[in-house]
């Protein structure tokens, strides 16, 4: 069965602080994705990264990075400096490659409040 | 601006009422999906249409009727609707050729039904 777990419902920081959201799942396809979405308080989920099974390479864009590690099927995502801009939902989510529909298994969210 | 849009994005509606929300992808895509979400719920896949047929219906009452009359737009058609029924809904769309599977996201239609 398909699973995103991200335990951390809610999370508050200080502007310049540095925070990890936490994203672990669960599949037993050999190939997958792995996403990240942002949702600002308009509603929009703005898609931010993808990442495939067999590419455990970490990726830095900007103040943004992901470790990926199969070992321990997690998906973490770190934002570095944070901004005020910064508040928002993100969610983590899984997508099997035998998937013809292109279903989505989204984690639960966690809500980000960095504070000025 | 965003390669889905949605429309309206505020909806008040009776009980008895019957409205449509709108959604355009202008990203060349051939799938669409109608998401709900719920305060405090995950979000919740409804209908996924592919090359303009539906493909799934996750058990979704009769209250909500999709239309997708072409690839490009999608309709939800909501008539009867109950107040538990007020969530954010959120129309996505994705190429079924791209293997990766990502899915663009519009900004959600906030429906509100009293």
């Known amino acids: 069965a398909q699973k995103v777990t991200q335990a951390q419902t809610e999370i508050s920081v200080v502007e310049k602080e540095d925070v990890t959201l936490d994203c672990v799942y669960e599949?037993?396809?050999?190939?997958?994705?792995l996403f990240w979405y942002k949702q600002p308080p308009s509603g929009e989920l703005v898609f931010l990264i993808r990442?495939?099974?067999?590419?455990?390479q970490n990726e830095i864009s900007g103040r943004y990075s992901w470790n990926f590690q199969k070992s321990t099927s997690s998906f973490n995502f770190t934002i570095t400096a944070s901004q005020v801009v910064d508040s928002a939902v993100y969610f983590c989510?899984?997508?099997?490659?035998?998937?013809?529909?292109?279903?989505?298994?989204f984690g639960r969210g966690t809500q980000l409040t960095v504070w000025p | 601006e965003t390669g889905v849009t949605q429309t309206p994005r505020h909806l008040v509606m009776g009980m008895t009422n019957k409205k449509s929300l709108k959604c355009e992808q202008h990203?060349?895509?051939?799938?669409m999906y109608w998401y709900k979400q719920s305060a405090k719920k995950p979000l919740e896949l409804m209908f996924v249409?592919?090359?303009?047929?539906?493909?799934e219906n996750n058990s979704v009452p009769s209250r909500f009727s999709p239309e997708c009359p072409n690839s490009s737009h999608l309709f939800l058609h909501l008539h009867t609707l109950q107040p538990e029924d007020s969530a954010l809904y959120l129309c996505?769309?994705?190429?079924?050729?791209?293997?990766?599977?990502?899915?663009?996201f519009g900004e959600g239609s906030w429906l509100t039904v009293v």
């Open positions: 996505a769309s994705r190429s079924t050729t791209d293997s990766g599977n990502t899915i663009y």
């Open positions: 599949t037993r396809d050999t190939t997958y994705y």
């Open positions: 990442r495939n099974s067999f590419d455990e």
């Open positions: 989510a899984l997508s099997e490659k035998g998937s013809t529909l292109g279903r989505l298994y």
């Open positions: 990203l060349g895509h051939n799938a």
């Open positions: 249409y592919s090359l303009e047929e539906r493909v």
